[in-house]
């Protein structure tokens, strides 16, 4: 993959060269910018999937997914089962965590994990007995239609089941319905516009009746009767596989589309506007205009978790990149380390130069493979030093604006570039960085090598170290104002009772006074009579 065999798509997706080949039930209206990038990763998802044998032992990261971390419920010396519940959500907006295979737990402690920090995270490391036993499972028995949405998508929580395509977010919190907004579009996500990864597409041509009854699945969650699948037209055996499980439930509310092979249209906001016209707000969920948005190996993960009672314990991986002796989609459990998988695909060429998780173009390198494949782990890449382009030299910014007719939420990267730079994190904000969706289409085609999606990136984690830090100050500047007005109204109730008391005691003195008053003039009075008395007896 070089630069020079990319063309941008500086034009709408009507203007695009679809061809006639192109013939979809409806046309994507598309999106803007983006790029079309070449790929060679259709024959590895064409190739077996292979399923990697159980671990010796498995590592599973507390935060595996969007939101706070979830809390262990298990104890080091504690034997458990494939599929028990080793960690408990913690909120509405966090997932629960299984077991992947029996054993013994043997830590909780720090270990590495696939995060670009390339610091530690607290994890729960079971040990393998090799029995691989599953503890008792609780599928929805009968008809799921029949069963309360509500309880259904519980189910999905109690699976611990999050968005496979990368972001990760909790997918019953996706699912939970809000009272103000109107659900009215399921969209299923195939579209796999990343150059390397293939996985999506290995589950579409192999287990499209799993996705397609997951996602009837989820319409009976949301109540909602239309489902459109979008899927890039580079995908034909996906597409096929996918037309020919929707006839099998002869269900109508399903609609195959296909897409234009764009990078990012894997994106749910690019993908939502492709397919509908409909922009999703800035700062906004796709939620906010009536969509929900999930990938492919998410729906056939509720197909599993509902209709068999498994969590989720694993998931497909590609193994990918120049460096890879015999790159491969393998089923993995979760918590596999990443260096039993490249062994299992014959271990790295000579030439390796960066191990990146991720696709080529979202993905993030890490020191090494002592790490463990999670729920976001859609992809191993292993780039050699012509594969990838950290040996380039960054030059300065040009201002060619190549940057802004690629970006696919129109902003201007070179603006934020600068502002970045400066640190002027008002004017990032002002114009509107985290619409960035760090899709590198800036990096790739800038002709100085400017890493800009990772200056991006950076600046939006000072915004929001920022923005904690101001939350910290207002919420301390509050407590302050709260204690002082405590206090005067501690030192007003005070100085009430001591005036209260002042008037009290007053009072009594006046009582006092009067009382002596009257009493002296009665004394005077009665002295007066026995004056008067004792004159009128002499």
Request: with cysteine; proline share 6%; charged share 25%.
């Given at each position: 993959?070089?630069?020079?065999?990319?063309?941008?798509?500086?034009?709408?997706?009507?203007?695009?060269?679809?061809?006639?080949?192109?013939?979809?039930?409806?046309?994507?209206?598309?999106?803007?910018?983006?790029?079309?990038?070449?790929?060679?990763?259709?024959?590895?998802?064409?190739?077996?999937?292979?399923?990697?044998?159980?671990?010796?032992?498995?590592?599973?990261?507390?935060?595996?997914?969007?939101?706070?971390?979830?809390?262990?419920?298990?104890?080091?010396?504690?034997?458990?089962?494939?599929?028990?519940?080793?960690?408990?959500?913690?909120?509405?907006?966090?997932?629960?965590?299984?077991?992947?295979?029996?054993?013994?737990?043997?830590?909780?402690?720090?270990?590495?994990?696939?995060?670009?920090?390339?610091?530690?995270?607290?994890?729960?490391?079971?040990?393998?007995?090799?029995?691989?036993?599953?503890?008792?499972?609780?599928?929805?028995?009968?008809?799921?239609?029949?069963?309360?949405?509500?309880?259904?998508?519980?189910?999905?929580?109690?699976?611990g089941i999050v968005g496979l395509g990368g972001a990760v977010f909790?997918?019953?919190?996706?699912?939970?319905?809000?009272?103000?907004?109107?659900?009215?579009?399921?969209?299923?996500?195939?579209?796999?516009?990343?150059?390397?990864?293939?996985?999506?597409?290995?589950?579409?041509?192999?287990?499209?009746?799993?996705?397609?009854?997951?996602?009837?699945?989820?319409?009976?969650?949301?109540?909602?009767?239309?489902?459109?699948?979008?899927?890039?037209?580079?995908?034909?055996?996906?597409?096929?596989?996918?037309?020919?499980?929707?006839?099998?439930?002869?269900?109508?509310?399903?609609?195959?589309?296909?897409?234009?092979?764009?990078?990012?249209?894997?994106?749910?906001?690019?993908?939502?506007?492709?397919?509908?016209?409909?922009?999703?707000?800035?700062?906004?969920?796709?939620?906010?205009?009536?969509?929900?948005?999930?990938?492919?190996?998410?729906?056939?993960?509720?197909?599993?978790?509902?209709?068999?009672?498994?969590?989720?314990?694993?998931?497909?991986?590609?193994?990918?990149?120049?460096?890879?002796?015999?790159?491969a989609n393998i089923i993995a459990r979760l918590g596999t380390p990443?260096?039993?998988?490249?062994?299992?695909?014959?271990?790295?060429?000579?030439?390796?130069?960066?191990?990146?998780?991720?696709?080529?173009?979202?993905?993030?390198?890490?020191?090494?493979?002592?790490?463990?494949?999670?729920?976001?782990?859609?992809?191993?890449?292993?780039?050699?030093?012509?594969?990838?382009?950290?040996?380039?030299?960054?030059?300065?910014?040009?201002?060619?604006?190549?940057?802004?007719?690629?970006?696919?939420?129109?902003?201007?990267?070179?603006?934020?570039?600068?502002?970045?730079?400066?640190?002027?994190?008002?004017?990032?904000?002002?114009?509107?960085?985290?619409?960035?969706?760090?899709?590198?289409?800036?990096?790739?085609?800038?002709?100085?090598?400017?890493?800009?999606?990772?200056?991006?990136?950076?600046?939006?984690?000072?915004?929001?170290?920022?923005?904690?830090?101001?939350?910290?100050?207002?919420?301390?500047?509050?407590?302050?104002?709260?204690?002082?007005?405590?206090?005067?109204?501690?030192?007003?109730?005070?100085?009430?009772?001591?005036?209260?008391?002042?008037?009290?005691?007053?009072?009594?003195?006046?009582?006092?006074?009067?009382?002596?008053?009257?009493?002296?003039?009665?004394?005077?009075?009665?002295?007066?009579?026995?004056?008067?008395?004792?004159?009128?007896?002499?």
């Amino acid at each position: 993959m070089n630069q020079d065999q990319a063309k941008a798509n500086l034009l709408d997706l009507d203007e695009a060269p679809v061809g006639d080949v192109l013939t979809p039930t409806r046309r994507p209206s598309g999106f803007y910018g983006g790029l079309y990038l070449p790929t060679d990763k259709h024959e590895l998802a064409g190739q077996p999937l292979e399923t990697a044998p159980p671990p010796p032992h498995v590592v599973l990261p507390l935060t595996q997914h969007a939101g706070l971390p979830a809390i262990p419920c298990v104890k080091p010396g504690q034997r458990v089962l494939r599929g028990q519940q080793i960690a408990v959500a913690d909120g509405f907006i966090s997932a629960n965590i299984h077991a992947t295979t029996s054993g013994t737990v043997i830590a909780i402690d720090e270990q590495p994990v696939p995060h670009p920090s390339g610091l530690s995270a607290p994890c729960i490391t079971i040990e393998a007995d090799g029995k691989d036993e599953w503890c008792e499972l609780h599928p929805v028995v009968g008809d799921y239609h029949t069963e309360d949405p509500v309880r259904v998508r519980q189910r999905v929580r109690e699976a611990g089941i999050v968005g496979l395509g990368g972001a990760v977010f909790p997918t019953s919190t996706k699912l939970t319905a809000r009272a103000d907004i109107n659900v009215h579009t399921l969209i299923l996500n195939g579209a796999e516009c990343d150059p390397q990864i293939s996985c999506d597409e290995a589950l579409m041509r192999r287990y499209a009746t799993d996705i397609i009854a997951g996602a009837r699945i989820v319409l009976h969650i949301l109540q909602v009767n239309r489902c459109i699948i979008g899927i890039e037209e580079d995908k034909p055996e996906s597409e096929a596989a996918l037309r020919l499980a929707v006839e099998e439930f002869d269900d109508d509310r399903f609609e195959v589309v296909r897409v234009p092979a764009i990078y990012p249209e894997g994106s749910e906001r690019q993908l939502i506007q492709a397919l509908s016209g409909r922009e999703v707000p800035s700062r906004g969920l796709p939620l906010d205009i009536g969509f929900v948005c999930l990938n492919v190996a998410t729906a056939a993960a509720i197909n599993t978790a509902v209709t068999t009672g498994r969590p989720l314990t694993e998931r497909i991986v590609s193994v990918c990149g120049d460096a890879i002796a015999r790159p491969a989609n393998i089923i993995a459990r979760l918590g596999t380390p990443v260096s039993s998988l490249v062994e299992l695909c014959g271990g790295y060429t000579s030439d390796v130069d960066r191990l990146v998780v991720g696709g080529a173009m979202m993905g993030f390198a890490v020191g090494d493979d002592n790490i463990p494949v999670v729920k976001a782990c859609n992809s191993i890449l292993a780039m050699t030093a012509d594969q990838g382009r950290s040996s380039k030299d960054i030059r300065p910014c040009i201002r060619c604006g190549e940057c802004a007719r690629v970006c696919p939420s129109r902003l201007l990267p070179q603006q934020l570039y600068w502002h970045a730079g400066s640190h002027d994190l008002e004017k990032l904000e002002r114009y509107n960085i985290f619409d960035c969706i760090e899709c590198g289409c800036c990096d790739y085609v800038c002709p100085s090598n400017i890493r800009l999606a990772q200056h991006f990136r950076f600046a939006k984690a000072e915004i929001a170290v920022q923005d904690a830090d101001r939350e910290r100050a207002a919420l301390a500047r509050q407590r302050y104002e709260d204690r002082n007005r405590r206090l005067a109204d501690a030192a007003q109730d005070r100085a009430a009772r001591i005036a209260a008391k002042k008037r009290k005691a007053a009072a009594a003195a006046d009582i006092h006074k009067r009382r002596k008053v009257i009493t002296d003039v009665m004394t005077r009075v009665r002295q007066k009579e026995a004056r008067r008395d004792r004159t009128e007896t002499q």
